[in-house]
């Protein structure tokens, strides 16, 4: 059996498919109960499906359709249908879906709790190496040794403080 | 260790005395992490699968609270294995059901656990008897950071740790307590609370999580939400979310003594009669019994320490549990036999009701 459909707004399976033609273009809109419910869309003399559109087209920066995640392939099309997406990075690609998403989902968009700070760490000394070993290269090619005596110091020390978080 | 000497200990759940554990049973926290540049486990690769499990479990089993536990892939466990984990807890029925690449971690006295590969890349959970999300939230959070030291996390500072449903999205985090409200349940008030919790932005559940029933009237109550909040606000709603709950579950007990003592006796001690002497109990009814039997610990017909039986009968009851303790195949006609028999036999010692003095209707 295909898998339902997923609700435009929410995870949850859509049971509300909504049609409607503007300036003779097809717009298609699934819903789940509740957030049909909350958009007014079963009170037919209140709703406008050009709401639901509009919001859509407030986003931080629209989707195109056919999107691919650069990082693993996923489309906006298997979202709908897994309701699960495919890799971090796809949070980047999809900004424009799931930020109007988190509205009703959550109770703020922001992150308030724990942070993974070794982490974040490791990686600012790793971005931070990265581009000591590129200066000193530089420096070497140049002929500047004091700089490059300098960023060989450096590039230890940076060296000892990884060693403190290894990485994985 | 090995699967079978873990099922053979008894779980944090099943071995609990403390007289915390009156109306919450049990308290769990969750945390979901994926690992940073990875696709996540329902869209990776069956070789990447694979991969991304032999990292974690190195990771997940060179930490403190995971000395000595066990670690396997579901592969290398029976059926009954499994099921008897989702029993105790300890895995979840998707977990029990993943395809190859999944696998799991359980620590040496079943506190902790971590499934590999489920929806996200690890869910860590942490179990406690009684009523203790904050000695949970302490444990969970010191076995997170210590994975942190080995594994670079999917984390944004916007969103926070970032998971493959966007529900999960922030903390990762759900906090639960397992509730036993026979009360509300008696006096039909269960519908009403559920309202009033979800309106505070929590979730209630039967005894197996999603979808399942609510036999033995035992809930799960978790948050629902876990991105704009920190976990400590999240455990501190909760936690008062609990409270009222149990201020209602004690209300309903008092009220319902007040207003039809006899029949509440009756309903204990017939089911302490069926218990003693039914041949044929199904695994809802051997709950609902039990749930009697335990209101009377929590009113003093019982003595206290019989509540620790009833609670680890509640998981032994189960179907994994009770073939296990048969040791070997069984029709699954026979189960309600078997289920009485072991009932049977655990109630023949069971200390007798000691129902206080009614006025029967004489003087």
New interface residues.
Partial sequence: MANPLKCDL??KPATVHLTQIVNNKVHKVDLCEECAQAKGVTDPSGFSLADLLLKASLNPEPVAAGVRCE??G?TQA?FKK????????C?ETFRGV?EP??EG????????????????E??SLYERLTKLELDLTEAIKTERYEDAARCRDEINQVKQAFGQ???? | MTIASLIDTPSELTDSSSSKTAIVLMTRIRLARNLAGTAFPGWAKSAQREEIFETCRAAVAGTAPMKRSLNATIAELSELERQILVERHLISRELSGAKAGAGLVISKDQAYSVMINEEDHLRLQVLRSGFQLKKAWNSITELDSALEEQLDYAFSPQLGYLTACPTNLGTGMRASAMMHLPALVIAGQMEKVVRAVNQLGMVVRGLFGEGSDASGSIFQISNQTTLGEAEEEIIKRLGSVLNTIIEHELNAREKLMEADAGKLFDKMGRAYGILQHSHLLSSGEAMNLLSLIRLGIDLGIYPEASRAVVDRLFIEAQPGHLQHAQKGEFEPGQRDLLRAARLRGEFANFARPDFPFMNDGKN
Avoid: N, W
């Fill in positions: 929410c995870p990082q693993c996923f298997d897994h309701g699960r997406f495919g890799c971090p990075h949070y799931v998403m988190l989902m959550h109770k703020g968009s922001e992150h308030k709790g724990k942070v993974p700070r070794r982490a974040i490791r990686r978080t290894p990485a994985r």
